[in-house]
């Protein structure tokens, strides 16, 4: 593939990357508080919504950061357009 | 392998090292100090002692770290490992409101604080994804620099600073004014001098060595912080349930809070003292209908008392007593009626249930099976928690002063490596203030409610003889027993008062307000800079003189913080009103100035600069508008009459949920009315999105 291509590839599995994890924090954040009095339930002790704001926002929150990270450093280094190793 | 990796991997060994002798050492101060306090030392040279030497170690790193030179000065050098950066953006990113503030809102508003939570955290996935990589392979100096490049013509970027002068002035005035309160309650000393030595230990950070000396002050500064906030709570989480990660535990106090606030609803004590609230305030309401009468009443009532204890010559103590009441009377109508509205706005809420707290772990207010009006409240309580989340969010993916942070990584790949450290080192404090809510609110329930007046643990009296607004108690219905509606708590004083809680020695009371300290004066430190860099560099380097040396460049630079931040002192100084609301409709307008131009910028190469113009003027305007037409602080500013008309019931401090869209729609639109941008910032949008596309 030419080195051009290689880029439309990288920008689109970016955008398609992007797009999923913005969507998994839409969901996470809008989704989950908007049915919060509905999920009335208690899970190991703990208030179902009460734990998703407080504690399961924050841990989906990471994951978003940390797997875009490291997927887009890899997918850098399989289409070329990662930055020259120091 | 490249000189300047090489060099970069030397630093970063060298970092580690300094950080973890400065962390030991810290550690060994805070056991020399506990010990002296053993050993007889007053609690007023601890304070000055913390205060002192905590604000001294950061001079000492801001000094060591000076510099003339312009890539140390903006961005730093582009040299700070992501690890490190992440830290110092956890630093600048909590401020005083989230060290202090969050968890007493938090231990208030119960689940719809959590809002806070989520919004203020989930911003970084916003700005790991959409922004942080792609201003980094931008690589300038600022924000505006790259709303000037991006989108050409000289209003893009003038537009840019406004609001970043804008967002950040009124956030740096309320962590100026947050230092001062610290530094005051610290050592004893006026507010004001707190202000002014508050502002010096913030000049002495930023102003030799810019960005460099604010990102190594502000690393230290986050160690200082994160250990003051977590060891108190997890000594008193110790102390409630053995364990000391009360991030694991805490779901069972939750539990038993539910179980408390229910059996306290039905109370027959807490009924008797909201039936006497509600009493006072049916007195209130009608004294209010017409505060003249009712003061020349009042006034005739208390000198007749008085007259009448003289003539049957009463004790002198009584006299004295009803002299002071007396002169305690309001002394015209205005007064009275402020004062008035107040006592009544207060005996309202302590007339509710749980003294007008909602129960903890209930989400949003109202009810959806309920009467009409019920389900009403609770679709505007669940809109609201949303739009404010969305806010939150929004702006923090929009303030100026976190994205400059992801300019001094060394690379694209660092820099959403360090938006992830970012996040984990602010998560660890966000993760355990509900937490401390739910711990305090353990106590008060169980080992403050129900107990006898005269047997309430120390720290209760201790406080509420400090600060009467932060807590006091007041026996209402004369039994001798503490009710819940009998206090009052505000927010600021959980954090202030957990080491106490837990039975702690003092030196950690100073390490809390030491931790706060940290956390506005990192804050205040990073706002100034962008304050500063965006007047001399993106108004006066770029605009006016781009003849200007390095050298008169960053001169401009120190002498502009120096200005604004004498400026912000003098404000800060001034007491203002609605301080949290300031800072809350910072996040706002930056959400609706920013984002919209910021990712449109990046993501449609479409996007004009005419389109930019138009959207964030839009996107500003509709927000200001809408605050400044429905929030009660900002109608008498400037003179609004008229009834309060929210639209969909969305409270003001989230008015940018409508600023946002707004700048979204107009930017689209009127990018398909101009033409395309030129060829030439095409290729340079196309090149943002890769970390290297063959240059070098």
Redesign the interface.
């Known amino acids: 593939m030419s080195?051009q291509e290689l880029?439309r590839r990288?920008?689109r599995l970016?955008?398609w990357?992007?797009a999923s994890?913005?969507g998994l924090?839409f969901v996470?954040?809008?989704g989950f508080?908007?049915f919060?009095?509905d999920w009335d339930v208690r899970v190991?002790?703990?208030?179902l919504?009460?734990?998703l704001?407080?504690?399961g926002?924050?841990l989906v929150?990471?994951l978003?950061?940390?797997i875009?990270?490291g997927v887009?450093?890899r997918l850098?280094r399989a289409c070329g357009?990662?930055?020259?190793?120091? | 392998m490249g000189r300047r990796g090489e060099s970069l991997r030397f630093f970063r060994r060298q970092l580690n090292k300094v950080y973890r002798w400065y962390t030991g050492g810290f550690l060994l101060f805070l056991l020399a100090l506990a010990l002296l306090e053993r050993l007889g030392l007053p609690r007023s040279w601890i304070g000055a002692i913390f205060l002192l030497a905590t604000v001294a170690l950061y001079a000492a790193i801001g000094i060591m770290s000076r510099t003339t030179d312009e890539d140390a000065y903006y961005v730093a050098g582009r040299s700070v490992p992501a690890f490190y950066n992440g830290m110092a953006s956890g630093a600048d990113w909590m401020s005083a409101a989230s060290f202090i503030g969050l968890a007493g809102t938090l231990y208030l508003q119960g689940y719809n604080g959590l809002a806070f939570v989520m919004g203020w955290t989930g911003g970084f996935c916003l700005v790991a994804v959409l922004l942080a990589p792609y201003l980094r392979k931008f690589g300038r100096f600022t924000i505006p620099d790259f709303l000037g490049e991006r989108y050409g013509g000289r209003w893009p970027r003038l537009l840019g600073v406004f609001a970043a002068l804008l967002c950040s002035f009124t956030y740096v005035v309320a962590q100026i004014y947050g230092v001062g309160l610290i530094a005051s309650r610290l050592t004893g000393m006026a507010f004001e001098l707190g202000v002014f030595l508050g502002l010096g230990g913030i000049l002495v950070c930023s102003f030799l060595g810019g960005m460099r000396a604010v990102t190594w002050t502000q690393v230290a500064q986050y160690i200082v912080l994160i250990v003051a906030y977590l060891a108190p709570v997890a000594w008193l989480s110790v102390k409630q349930t053995g364990s000391p990660l009360p991030q694991w535990e805490y779901g069972q106090q939750l539990d038993k809070i539910a179980a408390k606030e229910l059996a306290l609803a039905t109370d027959p004590k807490e009924l008797q003292v909201r039936r006497v609230y509600e009493a006072r305030a049916n007195v209130l309401r009608i004294k209010l209908q017409d505060p003249a009468a009712a003061l020349v009443g009042d006034r005739a009532e208390a000198e007749s008392r008085l007259q009448a204890l003289r003539d049957r010559h009463a004790q002198p103590n009584e006299i004295a007593l009803a002299e002071r009441e007396l002169a305690l009377l309001p002394k015209d109508e205005a007064s009275a009626r402020a004062a008035w509205r107040r006592e009544l706005e207060d005996s309202e809420t302590k007339s509710g249930a749980l003294n007008g707290m909602a129960p903890h772990e209930l989400p949003f207010a109202g009810d959806p099976k309920g009467s009409g009006a019920q389900q009403r409240e609770f679709e505007a309580s669940r809109w609201n928690f949303m739009a404010l989340v969305f806010c939150l969010s929004i702006g923090t993916a929009a303030l100026p002063h976190i994205l400059a942070r992801y300019y001094t990584v060394p690379s694209v790949r660092e820099a959403r490596q360090s938006v992830a450290w970012s996040l984990f080192f602010i998560a660890l404090l966000y993760v355990t203030a509900p937490a401390l809510a739910v711990l305090v609110k353990y106590e008060v329930l169980y080992h403050l409610v129900g107990t006898p007046i005269h047997e309430l643990p120390s720290w209760v009296s201790a406080w509420a003889k400090v600060d009467p607004g932060l807590l006091s108690f007041k026996d209402v219905n004369g039994d001798g027993i503490l009710q819940l509606n009998e206090i009052s708590i505000g927010g600021d004083v959980i954090v202030l008062a957990t080491p106490e809680i837990a039975g702690l020695p003092y030196t950690v009371s100073a390490l809390v307000a030491a931790g706060a300290l940290a956390a506005a004066l990192s804050t205040a430190d990073g706002l100034l800079l962008v304050i500063a860099n965006g007047l001399s560099h993106d108004l006066y380097f770029s605009m006016f003189d781009p003849q200007a040396s390095t050298a008169r460049r960053v001169t401009l630079s120190k002498v502009l913080l120096l200005v604004v931040a004498l400026a912000a002192a003098y404000l800060a100084a001034q007491k203002p009103a609605d301080i949290l609301f300031l800072v809350s409709a910072a996040f706002s307008f930056a959400a609706a100035s920013f984002f919209p131009a910021l990712v449109l910028g990046i993501f449609w190469k479409r996007a004009t600069g005419a389109a930019a113009v138009a959207g964030m003027l839009s996107g500003l305007g509709i927000t200001l508008f809408y605050m400044v037409t429905t929030q009660p602080w900002l109608r008498s500013v400037f003179h609004v009459s008229g009834p309060v008309r929210l639209w969909w019931d969305i409270q003001p401090i989230s008015a940018g949920v409508f600023g946002v869209p707004v700048g979204f729609a107009v930017m689209v639109i009127v990018s398909w009315l101009t033409p395309a941008p030129s060829a030439e910032v095409q290729a340079m949008v196309d090149r943002l999105r890769y970390p290297w596309a063959g240059e070098d």
Do not use: C, K
């Not at chain 1, 357009?81 to 120091?86: D, F, G, I």
């Open positions: 080195p880029r990288h920008w970016n955008r990357l992007t994890l913005l924090w996470v954040t809008f508080s908007f919060a009095r190991l002790g703990w208030p919504p009460f734990w704001a407080a504690q926002s924050l929150y990471l978003i950061v940390v875009y990270a887009m450093n850098d357009v990662a930055e020259p190793e120091e």
